[in-house]
């Protein structure tokens, strides 16, 4: 079994920072890709960044500049450093990984960023 818990979602302000974490447990021999989607409401899930095993980054554009991704290889959490949020960056946050050929996901955290 594969846990993935996400935390520090939460209420801000424009222009205002927040990190997120998230923890993965379980079974992870074969963990490679790390990354964090995000989804409005009304919309479909999307990429916000990702890491590999080897620390090699990828930020979507909307998010270069004001987001970083980061990972604790040994604390097996995933990190996601968020300055400068905007309300449309306002979303469900959810936390994702690859072990082997297996997709796993988080439950998702709340951001919302009020104008």
């Known amino acids: 079994q594969v846990q993935l818990v996400e935390s520090g979602g939460g209420l801000v302000q424009a222009g205002g920072s927040l990190r997120l974490s998230c923890v993965v447990s379980?079974?992870?021999?074969?963990?490679?890709?790390m990354g964090w989607y995000r989804q409005a409401p009304g919309k479909q899930r999307e990429l916000v960044a990702s890491i590999t095993s080897g620390g090699t980054t990828n930020h979507v554009d909307s998010v270069k500049g004001r987001f970083t991704i980061s990972r604790d290889s040994a604390k097996n959490t995933l990190y996601l450093l968020m300055n400068r949020l905007q309300p449309q960056d306002t979303a469900t946050y959810y936390c994702h990984v690859i072990i082997g050929f297996m997709n796993y996901w988080g439950k998702g955290t709340l951001i919302t960023v009020s104008s």
């Open positions: 379980g079974n992870i021999v074969g963990l490679s890709i």
